[in-house]
């Protein structure tokens, strides 16, 4: 399923465990800094039942989309791509106009894909629904530059951590498909899953292996072409940095991936505003934080040849985390956040104590997460 890296289209499916978290938001405004940087950008409505990345892109829902498509045969995928008001922009909608989009049969799933991956164009941004579902898993895997976005707290980071293991194993299933010793093997970890209880990926390996060591080979070769990388969203201090490099630590031991940190996004206030007003964030907030990192996340991109492992001028740094961390330290002063937790205005105490509550339960949850880790590396080595 994954296409060949030498392809030159490049598909970034965006997906998170938990909902709400942002990711709407970064595709289209990613979209929009990637189209501004002069690449055919074309932005796909993949949150099939709940599709709303036209509102986030200031586009009227009376165009058709994918359920559109899949409803009517006489309706052509390149039908469904619209222009949007930005150069190099264009958009897929999703259902909002035809719903019921969201049970899609194999067949469904399959020429939707199929479709994808022949939009001609630079850069191809999927916006996901949250979740493992499998088809969310399916469009996930479509290419193996995925990103996954958090928010720095500990019910979003499991969650991330979550989805990646389910597309890892859903990678493994899609891959042996046909090889039925393996296949059987992977489906029995499936009916014999209880809570905390199954293998780590590592493992899994292990049984391919001793089904076939050739087959072993091969998934260890499929799960290394993975280049997932993590954006952080709606984030309030640099100190976030910690619990996203504890999800890292999660990611490399537990499912042998190496993921990188594409960027780091604090909350701002005028993303709201811009929600609240119907008006695109990139209308009304042309010189805001959260526009500056986005277009760093799309400069990223651009100039990294061997995206996402490898982002710009990563040799000055220790690694991408590492170069996360500086720009977060760096931004921090420019944050715009809730009106009510301002702290730069003659702070009174009330709202010197909320902050204080604030990172206090920041790093409660982190502690909480730690002691989670701890116990699935050391504890229940085999377990999970
Ligand atoms: N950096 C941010 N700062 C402040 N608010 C934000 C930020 N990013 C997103 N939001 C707000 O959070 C809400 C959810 O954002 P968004 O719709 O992008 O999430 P999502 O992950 O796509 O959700 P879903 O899983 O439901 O599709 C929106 O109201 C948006 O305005
Ligand atoms: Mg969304």
């Known amino acids: 399923m994954i296409i060949s890296e030498d392809d030159r289209r490049k598909i970034l499916p965006v997906a998170s465990g938990k909902g709400g978290v942002g990711k709407s938001v970064l595709v289209a405004n990613l ?31 009376r165009h058709r989309g994918i359920g559109n498509f899949l409803a009517d045969r006489s309706v052509a995928f390149s039908d469904v791509r619209v222009r949007s008001p930005y150069p190099n922009l264009d958009f897929v909608p999703g259902d909002v106009l035809v719903t019921g989009a969201a049970n899609l049969s194999h067949a469904q799933k399959r020429s939707v894909i199929t479709n994808i ?55 493994l299933q899609q891959t042996f498909s046909d090889q039925k010793g393996v296949s059987r093997f992977l489906s029995d970890i499936v009916k014999e899953r209880q809570p905390n209880a199954t293998p780590s990926i590592a493992q899994i390996v292990e049984g391919i292996g001793k089904i076939s060591k050739r087959a072993a080979g091969v998934a260890r070769e499929q799960i290394g072409r993975l ?41 701002d206030y005028i993303v709201r505003e811009a929600v609240n007003d119907t008006v695109p964030l990139a209308l009304v907030g042309r010189d805001s934080l959260i526009l500056k990192e986005i ?90």
């Not at 969310?136 to 293991?165: C, E, M, R």
């Not at 201090?237 to 594409?262: F, K, N, T, W, Y």
């Not at 301002?342 to 104590?353: M, S």
């Open 31 to 61: 979209g929009i800094a990637l189209a501004s940087f002069g690449q055919r950008t074309v932005v796909v409505d993949l949150d099939l039942g709940a599709s709303n990345l036209h509102t986030y892109l200031g586009v009227k829902n």
């Open 117 to 171: 991956e022949k939009l001609d164009a630079d850069y191809i941004l999927l916006d996901l629904g949250s979740g493992s579902h499998f088809n969310t898993l399916d469009f996930f895997l479509i290419s193996n530059s995925g990103i996954i976005v958090t928010t720095p707290q500990a019910p979003s980071i499991l969650n991330a951590y979550g989805f990646l293991k389910n597309a890892v194993f859903r990678l």
């Open 227 to 267: 280049r997932t990388s993590i954006v952080v969203s709606m984030a309030d201090h640099p100190e976030d940095m910690e619990i996203v490099q504890s999800l890292r630590a999660l990611i490399e031991d537990r499912l042998q991936l190496e993921p990188s940190c594409l960027g780091f996004l604090y909350y």
């Open 295 to 384: 277009d760093r996340i799309a400069q990223k991109i651009i100039h990294s040849e061997r995206f996402p492992e490898m982002p710009l001028d990563l040799e000055e740094y220790e690694d991408s985390f590492a170069l996360a961390t500086i720009e977060a330290e760096d931004d921090y002063g420019s944050i715009n956040p809730h009106p009510g937790m301002r702290l730069d205005e003659n702070p009174d105490e009330a709202t010197v104590e909320e902050f204080i509550r604030l990172i206090s339960a920041q790093k409660q949850q982190i502690r909480e997460l730690q002691g989670t880790i701890h116990a699935l590396t050391m504890g229940g080595r085999g377990q999970e």
